[in-house]
Nanobody, 119 residues
């Protein structure tokens, strides 16, 4: 049974930074790791993903957010800088068999962590 657990969420003022981490129990090899977010009343939105050395970002976070892994193949952590109020959402870590921005291609999901950015 694979379980993903996010950590690092919280409340910051606009312009601040947060670092989200994803921990996985169970063995997942050759998986892509993605971050998605969902704000109240909105659809789930792709944020960033990593698979080995390849990364991809949503345009809205490009240049502000960085996804990285401690070790090749490990879950991706998300460094979020220059946060905007519109970044406020629940952020989810996910794992899937290939690098994609489509949330329905990810097989495993965490419970989410709240990020709140105040103006």
């Amino acid at each position: 049974q694979v379980q993903l657990v996010e950590s690092g969420g919280g409340s910051v003022q606009a312009g601040g930074s947060l670092r989200l981490s994803c921990a996985a129990s169970g063995r997942l090899s050759n998986y892509a790791w993605g971050w998605f977010r969902q704000a109240p009343g909105k659809e789930r939105e792709f944020v960033a993903a990593i698979m080995w050395s390849r990364t991809t970002y949503a345009e809205s976070v490009e240049g502000r957010f960085t996804i990285s892994a401690d070790n090749a193949g490990s879950p991706g952590n998300l460094q979020m800088n220059s946060l905007h109020p519109e970044d406020t959402a629940v952020y989810f870590c996910a794992a899937g068999p290939f690098l994609t921005r489509q949330w329905d291609q990810y097989a495993y999901w965490g419970q989410g962590t709240q990020v709140t950015v105040s103006s």
